[in-house]
């Protein structure tokens, strides 16, 4: 389960499943369900958290490259931008740290790193996104994950 403030995964067993108030055996991915998980603590988790087997190896990150579309904003958009970015299950403010060519203005597609504000999120490449600040809007998709390292802060 993870990734914590840190950016590490912590090992949880899964006590019971319920689907629709129900216990049951097996959950799919992209089903809704509840779990009992065994010696966590509370306090640690939050929303974005994702439960993964450990045969993934899965890999946090605090920065991400994304091939962006900018669907409306009133000038353009450059380097210290700082916007709400939607990743799947992940909803954090996020800076843009750079753009290809240096700027974006509406209707063009660039590529921009962008480096989350709190802490490190589980991205995976090809992942769509959704950007907002006020009326500025923007899609696009995960092209590259940078991994965590704790040194980068």
Avoid: W
């Avoid at 988790?45 to 490259?65: A, H, I, N, T, W």
């Avoid at 990743?87 to 240096?102: F, Y």
């Avoid at 991205?123 to 907002?132: A, D, K, M, P, S």
């Amino acid at each position: 389960m993870g990734p914590n403030e840190a950016g590490s995964f912590l090992p949880v067993s899964v006590n019971t499943v319920h689907r629709n108030r129900a216990p049951c055996r097996v959950v799919k991915a992209g089903q809704t369900a509840t779990l009992a998980l065994g010696d966590v603590d509370r306090t640690v988790l939050r929303k974005g958290m994702v439960l993964l087997s450990p045969e993934l190896q899965p890999v946090s990150c605090l920065e991400f490259e994304a091939e962006v579309l900018l669907l409306f904003h009133t000038t353009y958009i450059c380097k210290g931008f700082q916007t709400t970015v939607h990743v799947g299950n992940v909803c954090q403010t996020a800076i843009i740290d750079e753009v290809e060519d240096g700027y974006i203005i509406i209707n063009q597609k660039r590529h921009i790193r962008f480096r989350f504000v709190k802490h490190p999120e589980y991205l995976r490449e090809g992942t769509r996104l959704l950007f907002r600040e006020g009326r500025t809007k923007g899609i696009g998709t995960v092209t590259k994950v940078f991994p965590y390292t704790p040194v980068d802060r």
